[in-house]
């Protein structure tokens, strides 16, 4: 069992949030944390919840080409599951997972749709933003969801960095703090670090996109996605 969160996300120094009603001040306040985690294999902590803009994340966020192993597994299951367990020790608030990937699992399928039920019994909505059309993953990875049962927890295809970084701020935009909620809310981001990360994308490699959006988002979490850049 990891340790528990503290109750309030430490804020970084000289944190200046773009106004958005209550969210701002609860933002600047450390009301909501984000994680990193890591999946090809095997799944492993990259970084635990922090604030938004703390520095460490981005950090972490920037060396993610340096996390991809050169294998094609791909244990979404491990990675739901560390993720559960890194939520079961956060603070009480609104919680969802994030995965960020390039194609559907290559093991464990049915754990990991166990870890769904899981996730759904603990009202933490899961996303999945696929990075570069695969249809044959698409069908896969929709069952990994969580909207049909909870009404959040989307399914997203992102042909371009615009379009990951819309997705991105769409996943995580219920879980930008307002007020009268209770507790810190936080999301776990499960990047895929499998060896299909470093294939083209954008005229990048699919990790160093990954990268680039995530930076952009931790940089402002109050920005608004383009209107009409992803479909709904």
Known sequence: MLPPIAGVVKKPRGFQPEFRGGAAELLADGYFGIGLVGVNDSAFVIEPPVHPQDRILATRIAELPSRVKMTSARNLAAGLDLSLEILEGAPRGRAAIVAVVSGAPTLKETRARELIELAIARRIGVHVILVGSR????????????????????????????????????????????????????????????????????????????????LEYVKNPLARPTPKRLAA
């Open 135 to 214: 249809s044959q993953a698409e069908e896969v990875l929709m069952g990994l969801t969580t909207k049909n049962v909870l009404g959040f927890g989307s399914f997203r295809v992102a042909n371009s960095t615009g379009e990951l970084l819309d997705a991105l701020r769409l996943s995580l935009d219920g879980l930008l703090p307002a007020f009268g909620m209770r507790g810190t809310n936080t999301a776990i981001l499960l990047v895929d670090c499998s060896d299909a990360m470093i294939g083209l994308f954008g005229g990048a490699t699919r990790v160093g996109t990954v990268s680039a959006a995530l």
